[in-house]
């Protein structure tokens, strides 16, 4: 496909790209006294004049040597993104300091030989071995040895090869799939390049898959632009204190720094938010902090480097006040306000149907738990950053975030300036999973470059990340489930808690959804469930890959698991009875149809029942953010000639692949070649989108398209578009719309009501072994219809992969409101090695909204998961799973 050089190109018209030397102002503030050190990079020499106990990964990053060379860890050593090849060595550049480089030959991907090059990426792409695509090169370096082999490795000796990084997307098995077969294409001396099937249901490559693995596509850090100033962010040392002063005199002192802003120098609104406008740009001087990621002031510098020693020099004095951390106590009426003069509860939803007490009064048999989940940190590589500039009247912003419109207009509002005034271009993101829908740095980078008129440059390291961003929510849940002697499911009862944190991101929308899927894929006549959003000074809780559902799931599959331990009921007979099928209804009583839950069981049926050791659970996810708000998405197709085609929309791509999908709907519905198409998400195009979030984009943006190709086609007389047509439409735009404008909230009294315009469906079956080692996952979704295959299968890959670790190793314990530890590392994030084999079974019971009856598939691959790991350990042990991670065995067995 076409290789948009659009991003490149709007740096140019806005300031000419150089290579910035950052060393000289480097050795200005570090310790040691310059030497010089004469590196080989990619067969060039270089000279380095700056500290020689610096690392090879800021040399090669500040000196623009080497883009693909990628900071995920910040220098921990922890997730091999910054991987290169050391005198003929793989080795972490990140933490090798530059002294001990003298003479030495470092290769990256851009100094591999053009035609390896060409057949790694090209069958990295194929393969579906790159989904955000920022650890790729990482994965690229680490395994170029093998091909030096004789003999083809072995897929364990693969796995062992790379099991140093970390990839969060893809679960590692589509990576050794493609290193696999680029050895075989290299050493039998023949491959193919990529083919152009781009049809719906065709294994389509990822629209720029190829140069992102070889890090050939810029992330927003990889952006320079003359005259950039790099700003640092100053965070509370305290979760809840009173800010007495802010002395910045001797930050402002420092040579290379350029100023210091505070709360008093945003010139609009400070209050942003999702839902709710609570979370400020800054603290003010006597306020009160709510959490650790509070920023309190921002210093902006010649270099990063000089702006964080510079950030370390401000003065703050704090009050120390007492914080209130766990959600029970903040749920008391008395409890310490973490906003000023109003509740903890920030929201309470019920959901009641049919007569509960009744229906548990009659019950032959009960199920009663109290079940918790921890906070979950994404996890995403690609660390949070944005590129402001003046831009005549205005502000340019190039943005990772999850939705640059929603963007725009709280930048906007942040500078008290209309939002036509304010562009941004989104810039694909290196993984997000919900963790980039709130503003975070984009305000602090736009405010500044405002300021100052000039560019300016914000990035968070790994430390940094974890302070500020939401996670996943602890979630607390009292759950009753009961059921008749046949094992009909008939009354639920639920008290859940979730603790959002200092600010509300989206934690009412992810606690609705407790409540909207707590009777997952069964159908149960009687309910009564609550789930209350607490307020805590904690990091904030936001959205994460499975919104809320994969909590209450894990709590639910667990009670019907214990009835069929007390009844004697067949595990998976007992979930076929009772599973949802159409005309049956949702726990916020929506009549469904084109339901392929049922299918989904039978897939896993034998191979479940033969097994010694086994756990399932089904699962229900919704497409679209529903509950009363509008889902909806508008497309312009460009005919800029017969070589060039621009599909211009507002999703953002975090490696879900929602621009192959614009592509391969083109191109299904007109005929245009798909190596000519070309996708951008930029405002200045004024597409009005919200928030690339709730699985929906493939479902708006392919219904919008269709929308479009309409009026192509009837340019062209009714037909698909012949190549030698194409210069006919030259010229020429097309707009396409759709609007999902009928969905109610949770609980609204109404007939049918219509909580969201689609679900997805899914089973999914954990086998352990007898010494508690987890075998295989088979993983069985029901997507409608499955666009492209290989990325479907990958994208259930990579949320299974999430949804073990979910079960078993991640967490972020906090100890009053700050993380134990900061370091990646500790996340629990599972390496290649600790990954079993997954299958997946793909079904197709389409739905009657989605394009060609598409449902969402980004966030259900994980919801069943860690029930099913609960259920298959609690089958083995006789004991009930009622936390979230527990603690077995699966690190050291793996």
Same mark, same amino acid.
């Given at each position: 496909?076409?290789?948009?050089?659009?991003?490149?190109?709007?740096?140019?018209? $806005?300031?000419?790209?150089?290579?910035?030397?950052?060393?000289?102002?480097?050795?200005?503030?570090?310790?040691?006294?310059?030497?010089?050190?004469?590196?080989?990079?990619?067969?060039?020499?270089?000279?380095?004049?700056?500290?020689? #106990?610096?690392?090879?990964?800021?040399?090669?990053?500040?000196? $623009?040597?080497?883009?693909?060379?990628?900071?995920?860890?910040?220098?921990?050593?922890?997730?091999?993104?910054?991987?290169?090849?050391?005198?003929?060595?793989?080795?972490?550049?990140?933490?090798?300091?530059?002294?001990?480089?003298?003479?030495?030959?470092?290769?990256?991907?851009?100094?591999?030989?053009?035609?390896?090059?060409?057949?790694?990426?090209?069958?990295?792409a194929k393969h579906g071995a790159v989904q955000c695509g920022f650890c790729s090169p990482g994965f690229i370096m680490r395994s170029k040895k093998l091909f030096e082999r004789k003999t083809l490795p072995s897929r364990k000796e693969i796995i062992q090869t790379i099991n140093p990084n970390i990839c969060r997307c893809t679960g590692y098995i589509k990576i050794v799939d493609a290193i696999e077969a680029a050895w075989k294409a290299k050493n039998n001396g023949s491959w193919l390049r990529g083919s152009r099937r781009a049809g719906i249901g065709k294994p389509c490559p990822k629209y720029q898959s190829a140069e992102t693995a070889?890090? #050939?596509?810029?992330?927003?850090?990889?952006?320079?632009?003359?005259?950039?100033?790099?700003?640092? @962010?100053?965070?509370?040392?305290?979760?809840?204190?009173?800010?007495?002063m802010i002395n910045a005199s001797a930050a402002r002192a420092l040579d290379g720094v350029v100023e210091v802003f505070t709360a008093g120098d945003i010139p609009g609104e400070r209050f942003s938010g999702l839902v709710i406008r609570d979370w400020p740009l800054m603290i003010a001087t006597g306020e009160i902090t709510s959490t650790i990621g509070d920023v309190v002031a921002g210093v902006v510098a010649k270099t990063e480097e000089i702006a964080r020693t510079a950030a370390a020099l401000v003065k703050v004095g704090y009050q120390e006040l007492d914080g209130v951390f766990d959600m029970h106590t903040a749920a008391a009426p #008395?409890?310490?306000?973490?906003?000023?003069?109003?509740?903890?509860? @920030?929201?309470?939803?019920?959901?009641?149907?049919?007569?509960?007490?009744?229906?548990?009064?009659?019950?032959?048999?009960?199920?009663?738990?109290?079940?918790?989940?921890?906070?979950?940190?994404?996890?995403?590589?690609?660390?949070?950053?944005?590129?402001?500039?003046?831009?005549?009247?205005?502000?340019?912003?190039?943005?990772?975030?999850?939705?640059?419109?929603?963007?725009?207009?709280?930048?906007?509002?942040?500078?008290?300036?209309?939002?036509?005034?304010?562009?941004?271009?989104?810039?694909?993101?290196?993984?997000?999973?919900?963790?980039?829908?709130?503003?975070?740095?984009?305000?602090?980078?736009?405010?500044?470059?405002?300021?100052?008129?000039?560019?300016?440059?914000?990035?968070?390291?790994?430390?940094?990340?974890?302070?500020?961003?939401?996670?996943?929510?602890?979630?607390?849940?009292?759950?009753?489930?009961?059921?008749?002697?046949?094992?009909?499911?008939?009354?639920?009862?639920?008290?859940?808690? +979730?603790?959002?944190?200092?600010?509300?991101?989206?934690?009412?929308?992810?606690?609705?959804?407790?409540?909207?899927?707590?009777?997952?894929?069964?159908?149960?006549? $009687?309910?009564?469930?609550?789930?209350?959003?607490?307020?805590?000074?904690?990091?904030?809780?936001?959205?994460?890959?499975?919104?809320?559902?994969?909590?209450?799931?894990?709590?639910?599959?667990?009670?019907?698991?214990?009835?069929?331990?007390?009844?004697?009921?067949?595990?998976?007979?007992?979930?076929?009875?009772?599973?949802?099928?159409?005309?049956?209804?949702?726990?916020?009583?929506?009549?469904?149809?084109?339901?392929?839950?049922?299918?989904?069981?039978?897939?896993?049926?034998?191979?479940?029942?033969?097994?010694?050791?086994? +756990?399932?659970?089904?699962?229900?996810?919704?497409?679209?953010?529903?509950? +009363?708000?509008?889902?909806?998405?508008?497309?312009?197709?460009?005919?800029?000639?017969?070589?060039?085609?621009?599909?211009?929309?507002?999703?953002?791509?975090?490696?879900?692949?929602?621009?192959?999908?614009?592509?391969?709907? @083109?191109?299904?519905?007109?005929?245009?070649?798909?190596?000519?198409?070309?996708?951008?998400?930029?405002?200045?195009?004024?597409?009005?989108?919200?928030?690339?979030?709730?699985?929906?984009?493939?479902?708006?943006?392919? $219904?919008?398209?269709?929308?479009?190709?309409?009026?192509?086609?009837?340019?062209?007389?009714?037909?698909?578009?012949?190549?030698?047509?194409?210069?006919? @439409?030259?010229?020429?735009?097309?707009?396409?719309?759709?609007?999902?404008?009928?969905?109610?909230?949770?609980?609204?009294?109404?007939?049918?009501?219509?909580?969201?315009?689609?679900?997805?469906?899914?089973?999914?079956?954990?086998?352990?072994?007898?010494?508690?080692?987890?075998?295989?996952?088979?993983?069985?979704?029901?997507?409608?219809?499955?666009?492209?295959?290989?990325?479907?299968? +990958?994208?259930?890959?990579?949320?299974?992969?999430?949804?073990?670790?979910?079960?078993?190793?991640?967490?972020?314990?906090?100890?009053?409101?700050?993380?134990?530890?900061?370091?990646?590392?500790?996340?629990?994030?599972?390496?290649?090695?600790?990954?079993?084999?997954?299958?997946?079974?793909?079904?197709?019971?389409?739905?009657?909204?989605?394009?060609?009856?598409?449902?969402?598939?980004?966030?259900?691959?994980?919801?069943?998961?860690?029930?099913?790991?609960?259920?298959?350990?609690?089958?083995?042990?006789?004991?009930k799973i009622t936390s979230l991670p527990f603690n077995m065995s699966h690190n050291s067995k793996q």
């Open positions: 496909m076409l290789i948009s050089l659009l991003l490149i190109s709007l740096i140019i018209n $806005n300031g000419k790209v150089v290579n910035i030397n950052c060393t000289k102002h480097i050795a200005a503030i570090a310790e040691p006294a310059p030497s010089m050190i004469t590196i080989n990079v990619n067969g060039k020499h270089y000279t380095c004049s700056g500290n020689p #106990d610096g690392s090879l990964l800021s040399w090669l990053r500040n000196e $623009n040597l080497a883009q693909s060379v990628h900071d995920g860890c910040s220098g921990e050593g922890t997730c091999g993104a910054c991987t290169v090849e050391i005198n003929g060595h793989p080795a972490l550049a990140c933490r090798t300091p530059l002294k001990n480089l003298e003479n030495a030959s470092v290769v990256t991907t851009e100094g591999l030989p053009e035609d390896f090059r060409q057949l790694i990426g090209t069958l990295f070889l890090g #050939d596509r810029p992330f927003v850090d990889d952006l320079h632009v003359e005259e950039m100033l790099h700003g640092v @962010l100053l965070f509370s040392k305290h979760p809840r204190a009173k800010i007495r #008395d409890a310490v306000r973490v906003r000023p003069n109003q509740s903890n509860v @920030l929201e309470s939803c019920t959901i009641q149907h049919g007569d509960v007490q009744k229906a548990f009064n009659s019950a032959a048999y009960d199920s009663h738990g109290v079940y918790t989940t921890r906070h979950i940190e994404h996890g995403f590589l690609e660390t949070e950053c944005a590129v402001a500039m003046p831009d005549g009247n205005g502000i340019r912003l190039y943005s990772q975030g999850q939705g640059v419109y929603v963007d725009r207009e709280q930048v906007a509002r942040i500078l008290g300036i209309d939002p036509s005034l304010v562009r941004v271009t989104q810039v694909a993101s290196g993984g997000a999973f919900g963790g980039k829908e709130d503003l975070s740095v984009q305000g602090h980078a736009a405010l500044y470059a405002w300021l100052l008129k000039q560019p300016v440059k914000v990035r968070l390291n790994r430390q940094e990340s974890i302070r500020m961003h939401p996670k996943r929510h602890p979630v607390w849940m009292d759950i009753h489930l009961c059921c008749d002697s046949e094992g009909m499911l008939t009354g639920l009862k639920l008290n859940a808690l +979730g603790d959002t944190g200092a600010y509300a991101s989206v934690g009412t929308k992810v606690m609705e959804r407790v409540v909207g899927h707590s009777t997952g894929g069964y159908a149960i006549p $009687n309910i009564d469930v609550t789930a209350k959003t607490i307020y805590t000074n904690n990091i904030p809780s936001g959205a994460m890959r499975g919104f809320g559902v994969p909590q209450i799931v894990f709590a639910l599959e667990s009670c019907i698991d214990d009835l069929c331990r007390k009844g004697g009921f067949d595990r998976w007979q007992l979930r076929y009875n009772n599973a949802l099928c159409d005309g049956a209804k949702t726990a916020g009583g929506q009549i469904l149809q084109g339901v392929g839950l049922k299918k989904t069981l039978a897939a896993v049926k034998d191979v479940f029942k033969n097994a010694r050791y086994a +756990g399932i659970a089904c699962a229900i996810k919704n497409t679209g953010v529903g509950n +009363g708000a509008a889902d909806e998405s508008e497309v312009t197709v460009n005919i800029v000639s017969d070589q060039r085609v621009i599909i211009h929309h507002g999703w953002t791509e975090m490696g879900q692949g929602i621009h192959t999908m614009a592509i391969q709907t @083109l191109f299904e519905e007109t005929g245009i070649d798909p190596g000519i198409m070309e996708v951008i998400v930029d405002t200045a195009h004024s597409i009005p989108t919200g928030m690339t979030t709730s699985s929906r984009g493939t479902v708006l943006l392919g $219904n919008a398209i269709r929308d479009a190709a309409v009026r192509i086609r009837d340019d062209m007389g009714g037909t698909t578009v012949m190549p030698k047509q194409l210069n006919a @439409l030259a010229g020429r735009s097309y707009r396409g719309k759709y609007v999902c404008d009928w969905t109610c909230r949770p609980g609204e009294k109404t007939d049918n009501p219509k909580i969201h315009f689609a679900y997805g469906y899914a089973t999914q079956v954990v086998i352990i072994d007898k010494n508690g080692r987890i075998e295989k996952v088979i993983a069985a979704h029901d997507a409608g219809r499955i666009m492209n295959p290989t990325l479907f299968e +990958g994208q259930i890959e990579g949320a299974v992969h999430m949804g073990i670790g979910y079960a078993l190793t991640e967490s972020l314990p906090m100890k009053d409101g700050v993380p134990v530890s900061f370091k990646y590392k500790d996340l629990g994030i599972l390496r290649a090695k600790q990954m079993p084999a997954v299958q997946v079974i793909g079904i197709e019971e389409r739905d009657p909204v989605g394009p060609y009856g598409a449902k969402g598939i980004g966030e259900i691959g994980m919801v069943p998961t860690a029930a099913a790991v609960a259920n298959a350990y609690a089958a083995m042990t006789g004991k």
